[in-house]
Nanobody, 125 residues
């Protein structure tokens, strides 16, 4: 069993930056894929970025490439999401997720087995 706890959300002005952190407790096996999703009010949850634990392969939502960067710290069992040049449309609850047997596209929500409670990011215009 894996528990995920997100932190680092908050209120930021448009153009600012935030770094989200996802602390994982329990055993993260090398086969895992870790990801960030987000959900804005009244909208469906959407894929942001993912990273594989073994070989550090990264994937991003096309619309976020160049502004968001995902990374992982295997020693600390932590996944980070660096968000730069934030816009009001980035306002959402951001969720960390873990897939213990990734065999589908990284953006498939149903593939993820463990989820955090989420952290709110609000970008003011």
């Amino acid at each position: 069993q894996v528990q995920l706890v997100e932190s680092g959300g908050g209120l930021v002005q448009s153009g600012g930056s935030l770094r989200l952190s996802c602390a994982a407790s329990g055993t993260i096996y090398s086969s895992y894929r870790m990801a960030w999703f987000r959900q804005a009010p009244g909208k469906e949850r959407e894929f942001v970025a993912s990273v594989t634990w073994r070989n550090n392969k990264k994937d991003y939502a096309d619309s976020l490439k160049g502004r968001f960067t995902i990374s992982r710290d295997a020693a600390e069992n932590t996944v980070l999401l660096q968000m730069n040049n934030l816009r009001p449309e980035d306002t959402a609850v951001y969720y960390c997720a873990a897939d213990d047997s990734p065999d589908s596209s990284p953006g498939v929500i149903s593939a993820y087995d463990f989820w955090g409670q989420g952290t709110q990011v609000t970008v003011a215009s």
